[in-house]
């Protein structure tokens, strides 16, 4: 074989490796489904055990399915921190990506479903269309930080009911930043025990409408001239400012409870007091056990 041959079949090796490489890092950073998003659907339920949720004081869908990026330190941390609420305040939580639960008679097994950063087209138009009037007959919602990007467009219902508006994207360069975050509405059942601000890091996003103007009650917001809110890359700079900036609300949707919040991107996020408080006194609102369960305004009263 001449030098010319082994040289090419040495640099065909390499670009091999280096493209099976990129392709793993791509998986490992959870972007596969940015490159190779997916309209895939479960259609066979798993088996939920009969007496699940018997005697529970909440019974919780834990929901991370994701056909586009998967936040996989911040779902698993997010699983965990339900699973530890649960044995301290005797909830029933029962963790899925199986789309095939969005049935009307398996979801009235549930008070409360959370979307764990799930992302993506992930159900069927009927599996959809379930889960809307489950919530709109009584069910209760949170949505955290990726059930609040870009990749739900496809279900018009779900983006224009529960979240503000147009996603424009995250912070980029730096990916996360710390920044002061504000409690808006003191009275609200959700920020009970929280302290009036503290200092948080997260992948900030951004839309093209505030929660306010959309007509949520805001509960949190970021204070932009904390942080940089800027898309920045290969030469470019976009920026994201937005002004009133909220990052948590809560709605009624028909005689449900709706709530969402950005913050959730890194695992560490669960382990803060402030963060693991909102997320438990979420699920009792969203239950209807915290408080006041729904109404025009309860922000501010």
């Avoid at 920045?232 to 409870?257: A, L, N, Y």
Wanted: hydrophobic share 45%; glycine share 10%.
């Amino acid at each position: 074989m001449s030098k010319a041959k082994k040289l090419a079949k040495v640099l065909g090796v390499v670009a091999l490796l280096w493209l099976l490489g990129s392709l793993v890092f791509i998986w490992w950073i959870g972007a596969w489904g940015i490159l190779f998003p997916s309209d895939a659907y479960d259609t066979i339920p798993p088996q939920i055990a009969s007496d699940f949720g018997e005697g529970a004081a909440v019974r919780v869908l834990v929901f991370s399915k994701t056909n586009s990026f998967r936040h996989t330190e911040g779902i698993a941390a997010a699983h965990a921190l339900f699973d530890r609420i649960a044995e301290r305040r005797n909830w029933a939580v029962y963790h899925s990506e199986n789309s095939a639960l969005f049935d009307a008679d398996l979801l009235e097994r549930f008070d409360v479903v959370v979307f764990a950063s799930a992302s993506g087209n992930f159900a069927s138009d009927e599996q959809d269309l379930a889960f809307q009037k489950w919530l709109e007959t009584g069910g209760g919602w949170i949505g955290i930080h990726a059930a609040g990007d870009g990749s739900h467009a496809a279900w018009t219902w779900y983006a224009n009911t529960l979240i503000s508006g147009e996603y424009l994207g995250h912070i980029l360069g730096p990916q996360t930043q710390q920044a002061r975050v504000v409690v808006e509405a003191r009275n609200h059942p959700v920020t009970r025990g929280l302290p009036t601000e503290f200092q948080h890091e997260e992948e900030w996003y951004s839309w093209d409408r505030g929660a306010r103007e959309a007509g949520f009650d805001v509960l949190l917001t970021v204070d932009e001239s904390s942080y940089e809110p800027w898309i920045r890359g290969m030469g470019q700079e976009k920026d994201i400012r937005m002004t009133d900036h909220p990052i948590v609300w809560s709605r009624c949707v028909g005689s449900g409870r709706a709530l969402y919040s950005a913050m959730g991107h890194w695992g560490a996020a669960y382990e803060t007091d402030y963060y693991a408080r909102l997320l438990e006194n979420a699920v009792e609102w969203a239950s209807g056990n915290g408080g006041e369960i729904c109404g025009p305004g309860i922000a501010a009263r």
